[in-house]
């Protein structure tokens, strides 16, 4: 990877917007003036609802799509006249068949992809090797790729894009449509990759996984940026109810249900029991009182990332409730 230059963000756009006309009727307003910035070696996620704007986004940042207005660069370059410079930095892994032979086998796509980025035969042939080493895909190297498991395609996407060594990696939705167990090994490869100081943005419905990888997240609605956090953060600005975990017998769980205090309390999988508190001063007269009737076994939690983005994209289509 080639040296890091200055400390400019990865990624920034200013009042990004992009519409797409249409033949008849009114166009779509895709993006919506989005600004975003993402530092340098920073695991960024682009989390919205379908039709959000997250494709158009990434798409920009490629530079294969050109905003209506606004502008943004990648590590300095400006996505609209330097898009050369910009795109042997980047490693692009969208969805789909797009980029990947299947007829070929993956040892013979990644020496192509290597041709196409300008590298000569021999270091074509040592990356490939090498690619399919950390891709888990060397035993498998000599069979055609339509012979593959989705998880295995989805591998080699992800090796094609780092053919180049590129400093900012740009996944659109990469573990789509795989089981379990693909899914984690790719995000264990993701983690791998952002863990050698590559910038990473993210585009993902799966918020789980947003909030395993993910330093800072970007979440878009209507194409608008409604928050820009770490998800942990996002969690704390946003937690109206502080939410204690407690084991105890039903009789005391009765006495709790009956404070003020108290809004809910639920069954959690694990059999425990989460009590839900109105507001955060309130959270300490809850948990003395917990704690004065004996249980020791109890813990104060924030709402993860998928109810924060409940909260926020489904609540309504309010403008932005927690910009950077
Ligand atoms: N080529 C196009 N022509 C017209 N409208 C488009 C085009 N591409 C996207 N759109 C519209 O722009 C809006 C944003 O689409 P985009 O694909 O960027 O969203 P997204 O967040 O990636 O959605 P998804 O999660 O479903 O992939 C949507 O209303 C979509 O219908």
Request: proline share 4%; aromatic share 4%; charged share 25%.
């Amino acid at each position: 990877m080639p040296a890091l230059s200055g400390n400019q963000p990865a990624v920034e756009t200013h009042d990004l917007r992009r519409e797409y006309r249409a033949r008849r009727g009114a166009g779509v307003t895709a993006l919506d003036g989005v600004s975003i910035e993402v530092a340098q070696g920073e695991v960024h996620g682009l989390l919205g609802p379908n039709g959000a704007g997250k494709s158009t986004l990434m798409k920009i940042l490629s530079t294969v799509l050109l905003p209506t207005a606004g502008s943004g660069r990648v590590l300095g370059h400006d996505l609209a006249t330097e898009y050369r410079r910009i795109r042997p930095l980047l490693g692009i892994v969208f969805g789909g068949e797009r980029g990947v032979y299947p007829r070929l086998t993956a040892r013979q796509n990644l020496r192509y992809w290597a041709a196409l980025y300008g590298l000569s035969t021999a270091a074509g042939r040592s990356r490939t090797e090498e690619l399919l080493d950390e891709f888990g895909l060397a035993e498998r190297a000599g069979d055609r790729v339509e012979t593959y498991s989705v998880g295995m395609r989805q591998r080699l996407h992800l090796a094609r894009g780092m053919v180049a060594d590129p400093r900012v990696l740009l996944l659109d939705e990469p573990t789509n449509g795989l089981d379990p167990l693909a899914a984690r090994q790719l995000r264990e490869l993701i983690g791998r990759l952002a863990g050698e100081g590559r910038t990473v943005l993210l585009a993902t419905h799966d918020l789980d996984e947003a909030e395993l990888l993910c330093d800072r997240v970007t979440m878009i609605n209507n194409g608008r940026v409604v928050a820009a956090e770490a998800p942990k953060t996002l969690a704390r600005l946003l937690s109206r109810q502080e939410r204690i975990r407690v084991r105890a017998d039903p009789a005391l769980l009765d006495q709790v249900r009956a404070l003020p205090e108290v809004t809910e309390v639920a069954a959690a999988d694990d059999g425990a029991a989460v009590v839900s508190v109105g507001s955060q001063e309130a959270v300490g007269r809850v948990l003395a009182f917990v704690v004065a009737a004996g249980v020791t076994e109890v813990r104060t939690e924030l709402p993860n990332l998928e109810e924060v983005y409940l909260r926020l994209v489904h609540r309504n289509d309010e403008r932005s409730v927690v910009a950077r």
